[in-house]
């Protein structure tokens, strides 16, 4: 420890400006930081300052995504040996390991390519290197399907993170939840190897599949008509196909509680989310006639595909959600309600979730901006009735 | 017609070290000092030279755009240097007291028989109008100015504060002659805040003044909060403030034609060996007060005020113009291993990221420690919790950022000053700056609006 804080001191002077790595000071500076925090004191403003810091609230939020994250890993072996038949025969430390040895390499490629970028644009602008990466760069393999090749992953990295964060000045500035636009631009720049049905099962050392076996996700059956072959309390639990981290409801829920409870994320954008869904596939219910999708009982929307990932870990991101009380409850209900109008009524696209998002983070200023002007017409009507 | 007000947003930060309810003598001052830099905007210019004999209540300097401010000594004795910042900047006019406490006489008459002209030249003579704050923007008040109202805050509820009903039971003779003083001042109303915890507060008798109650977290006493819950300042509309210990000079300045500026402040803060009240003077030699009561264990933070809006001092330095306490923490300059990662059974947090929120009645030693690093607005709602007022603080901030002068005006900057933001700045994810940026609007709105 003492060591560490040694080292660091040591070196400072030798990355500070002029000198000789100073190219390395913004890497030299992250990394003192996370190990030790500043000890700067105040110098100007109040004297005593709260705990928390941005690496707290990250840290918070890494932690709420560990029990997804593990049910992931362990769904991935689970549908992989379902898929072989071998379920009986492998034992939970089999799946489990199989699975943590398909998504590690994802995660490493993840963060050394995004945190990468951030340091060198950290380093270029003369800035700390932000923690906002250290969430997003799990976020993004836990929304891909487990077959995505490593390469693919470190492309949509770098394009989410140049395009969807640093050309708008880096954390605290974009306009997009940076997971999504990775996830998004794979979507589209790659739309053979991202969806259909041989995506979301890792199939090394499969040469053929059991007899009746589909790597279908439960949303592309119901989207075919099959809405009888979901089995609710699998889908709940997450032993289903789909992306990495978002099949276990259940595990959701845990990082959902963790985020609530600590307050790092807004309940009210997760409350709203989940109501603008029920209110949608309510709605599809009552109109859904022979229509079987339409039909599936509004609360499965809940378990199946990303609506809840998304609702808990994607929507409350807090730099590109709305940021008023009121707007953050009607950027939740409109995603919610899109997101299942687009999974059940467009084609196209299997999962809406993703769209709804990015489609509300694009309004979500549009939305705060009237609710700021409402707040300001009421300060407005105030000096005019006294007048 | 007394309303009570009871605020839900806020916070109260629960520190060790709070006074204790007895009073002792501080030792005699052998200097003291007015502080040009206590006021925001101010420009002073000296009205004495070094070695000058002044009396309590002889002015030192004066304020440059409105002449008949002036700032008096608080003791009788020789102008003994006048230290310069940069650009030869005034920071402090010492005195060095004579110890014959001779007092500069002022008429001694009821303010309810002197007409508003009398009282002005009055309190202007005498010192005492720089305690009367204008809202907008928290200057001295401009004696030419019609305010609507006047608002003075029965309470300080912020971290380790004195508590009125104690260091004021005695002074209510005094603190009613003052109102009487300031009542002649408006067309409106004087309004009073009183302390909502408090069931029957020494101020609730006072006359001539419409008091409402407040309860909830601070900053339920600043008197920002209590106007805009009463009748919010509109654009175009000024305000007063205005404080109880400077009802109590008003007071004795008319009762007796002498200024005498001895007050009761609070020696608080973990760092104190045995936290209680002081009798002193404002503009104290702040080792005249501290001196020999702190433990000493670690390097030690002097603050003249609380510890969210208070001045940074050091023992050579005074007590500010209106600071009712001293507060002394740790400096705290030191690393935090993995800080950021720690369970924090020991860490007070206003978030609940730590475990110390399981023990929400436990008192806790902060120091002064930055906890983090400056980052860009991340975390959204959170300022909101501690400003129990209609404004969307983040917004106005960055209109103010952005230098924005009809945004700022739209979003309410002519409600608030620097100690209404406190709390949002103690509690930010992101360090950022509230009350430099604050100020730095208000002081753009004084040039460009006036």
Partial sequence: MKAIKNFFEKTQPHVQKGAKFHWLHSTHDALFTLFFVPKNTSKSGTHIHDFIDLKRTMGIVVLALVPALLFGMYNVGYQHFGALGQLETASFFDLFLFGLLKVLPIIVVSYVVGLGIEFIFAQFRGHEVNEGFLVSGLLIPMVMPVNTPLWMIAIAVAFAVIFGKEVFGGTGMNIWNPALVARAFLFFAYPGQMSGDSVWISASGIDKAVDGFTGATPMALAAAGHTDALNTWNAFLGLIPGSIGETSTIAILIGALVLIVTGIGSWRIMVSTVLGGLFMGLLLNIFAGDNSYMALPFYDHLIIGGFAFGAIFMATDPVSAAQTVKGKWIYGFLIGLLAILIRVVNPAYPEGMMLAILLMNTFAPLIDHYVVEGNISRRMKRAKVNV | ?450
């Fill in chain 2, 1 to 450: 017609m007394s309303k009570h007000f009871k605020l839900k947003r806020g916070l109260d930060i629960r520190l060790e070290g709070a006074a204790q309810a007895t009073t002792a003598n501080a030792s005699a001052p052998a200097t003291v000092a007015l502080k040009p830099t206590d006021f925001p905007g101010l420009t002073p210019k000296l009205s004495v030279k070094v070695d000058a004999q002044v009396k309590a209540g002889d002015a030192l300097f004066f304020d440059k755009y409105n002449p008949e401010i002036f700032f008096t000594s608080p003791v009788s004795g020789t102008v003994k240097t006048i230290n310069r910042g940069e650009r030869r900047k005034i920071l402090e006019v010492i005195v060095e007291a004579d110890g014959k406490n001779e007092f500069a006489s002022f008429t001694k008459a009821d303010p309810a028989k002197l007409s508003k002209e009398e009282i002005v030249a009055q309190l202007l003579n005498s010192g005492l109008w720089p305690f009367i704050k204008q809202r907008p923007y928290g200057t001295i008040a401009k004696p030419s100015d019609q305010p609507k109202n006047i608002f003075i805050s029965g309470f300080d509820s912020s971290p380790l504060a004195p508590d009125y009903e104690f260091i004021f039971k005695d002074q209510i003779a005094s603190i009613q002659t003052g109102i009487n003083a300031l009542a002649k001042l408006t067309d409106g109303k004087v309004y009073l805040g009183l302390p909502g915890k408090v069931s029957n507060s020494i101020f609730s008798g006072l006359k001539n003044v419409e008091t409402n109650s407040f309860s909830g977290p601070h900053p339920a006493g600043n008197v920002g909060i209590q106007i805009h819950k009463t009748a919010p300042v509109n654009k175009g509309e000024v305000v007063w403030t205005t404080s109880i210990q400077a009802l109590a000079y008003m007071g004795r300045l008319f009762e007796t034609g002498q200024v005498d500026f001895s007050r009761t402040i609070a020696l608080a803060g973990s760092e104190v060996k045995a936290p209680q009240y002081y009798q002193t003077i404002h503009g104290a030699l702040i080792s005249s007060i501290v001196g020999g009561k702190t433990k000493k264990n670690d390097p030690e933070r002097i603050i003249s005020g609380n510890v969210l809006t208070g001045t940074k001092v050091e023992a050579d330095n005074y007590l500010g113009f209106a600071d009712q306490q001293i507060t002394v923490i740790p400096e705290g300059e030191h690393y935090a291993f993995m800080g950021w990662a720690a369970p924090g059974f020991d860490k007070y947090s206003a978030s609940k990221t730590f475990f110390s929120s399981l023990f929400p009645k436990k008192a806790y030693t902060l120091d002064a420690n930055m906890n983090g690093a400056e980052r860009a607005f991340v975390v959204t709602g959170q300022y909101e919790k501690y400003l129990p007022m209609d404004i969307l603080p983040v917004y106005l901030l960055k209109a103010i950022l952005a230098n924005d002068i009809d945004k700022m005006e739209q979003l309410g900057i002519y409600e608030v000053i620097e100690e209404d933001l406190a709390l949002c700045e103690y509690a930010c994810t992101s360090k950022i700056k509230v009350q430099e940026i604050l100020r730095k609007g208000l002081d753009t709105m004084v040039v460009e609006v006036g």
